[in-house]
């Protein structure tokens, strides 16, 4: 009996970390079509491929305009690293988060992208970018 339970402990557990890596591929994948669409300036494309909680937290107008103010003032992106990312199971559902060091064309900061999954779909949840040079720009 003890053995029975261990295998399929090991099963959960095994199938628990193959979703969350498909998870974070997922959110990855939208990060990078973010990143496209934010160069092409199609801002409130990304804001229609959003999550329901983007759209109640601000409208397309207010996002369209903080997007095409970080983008006069830093620019597009020049180098990015992933420095941490969480992937949160919940009743409610499943919440991916990444948090990148990135380098624009005119200054530097912080990223943060939050993703809620929709089958296997991530969609984007919310974002902010935390930078010194967007106040002095």
Known sequence: MKAV?????????ATASCSSGDDLVAAE???AKFRQSYEAGAFEAIYDQGADELRKVQSKQ???TLLEAIKRKLGDVTNTKL?????NYSAGGTV???QYATVFEHGK???RFVFRLAGKKAL???YTVNSADLLIR
């Open 96 to 98: 991916v988060t990444l």
């Open 83 to 87: 420095v941490s990312s969480n992937v």
């Open 124 to 126: 984007l949840g919310g």
């Open 29 to 31: 994948r939208e990060v």
């Open 62 to 64: 207010a996002f369209a």
């Open 5 to 13: 339970l261990f295998f399929l402990s090991l099963v959960i557990l």
């Open 109 to 111: 900061g912080s990223e």
